[in-house]
């Protein structure tokens, strides 16, 4: 299991200390998201004058917001992708199904060519008798 990194962030002008098994980049990345998410409230007049429970309250509404957002949002990426992963299913098996049509078409295609020849041969020849009867007939 992974160790537990101590990390110091900075978090609406405070510096904090976390721990956790994420790496240091990581706490960082949370501390830049709460910070945009306090500069955001506190851009906003309406929230001026809201005591400080209530903006921590609504701060905490507005993350839990996000947070199922992009869960929504996986969700419905995971549920694309295996709706596309079912059709490159389909199609694999339509290629592979089509492959198969194919070279049985091939292979009746070369037989009947082979006919052909068969009966192209048959055909010279049965002319060539033809010739030979006309020409011993007419002798």
Same mark, same amino acid.
């Given at each position: &299991?992974?160790? @537990?990194?101590?990390?110091?962030?900075?978090?609406?002008?405070?510096?904090? =200390?976390?721990?956790?098994?994420?790496?240091?980049?990581?706490?960082?990345?949370?501390?830049?998201?709460?910070?945009?998410?306090?500069?955001?409230?506190?851009?906003?007049?309406? &929230?001026? =004058?809201?005591?400080?429970?209530?903006?921590?309250?609504? &701060? +905490?509404?507005?993350?839990?917001?996000?947070?199922? *957002?992009?869960?929504?949002?996986?969700?419905?990426?995971?549920?694309? &992708?295996?709706?596309?992963?079912?059709?490159?299913?389909?199609? *694999?098996?339509?290629?592979?199904?089509? +492959?198969? #049509?194919? /070279?049985?078409?091939?292979? =009746?295609?070369?037989?009947?060519?082979? *006919?052909?020849?068969?009966?192209? #041969? /048959?055909?010279? =020849?049965?002319?060539? @008798?033809?010739?030979?009867?006309?020409?011993?007939?007419? #002798?």
């Amino acid at each position: &299991m992974d160790s @537990k990194v101590d990390g110091e962030v900075v978090i609406g002008g405070k510096v904090y =200390t976390i721990c956790g098994y994420e790496n240091e980049e990581y706490f960082q990345k949370i501390a830049a998201y709460i910070n945009s998410k306090l500069n955001e409230f506190h851009s906003s007049d309406a &929230m001026k =004058t809201l005591n400080q429970d209530y903006r921590n309250i609504l &701060m +905490q509404i507005n993350i839990a917001d996000d947070y199922f *957002k992009a869960k929504k949002q996986i969700q419905l990426m995971e549920e694309e &992708m295996r709706a596309r992963e079912k059709e490159i299913y389909d199609l *694999k098996h339509e290629l592979i199904s089509n +492959q198969i #049509k194919l /070279e049985n078409s091939e292979k =009746t295609s070369k037989k009947l060519t082979e *006919k052909i020849a068969d009966k192209e #041969k /048959e055909i010279i =020849t049965l002319q060539a @008798k033809l010739d030979v009867h006309k020409s011993e007939k007419q #002798k």
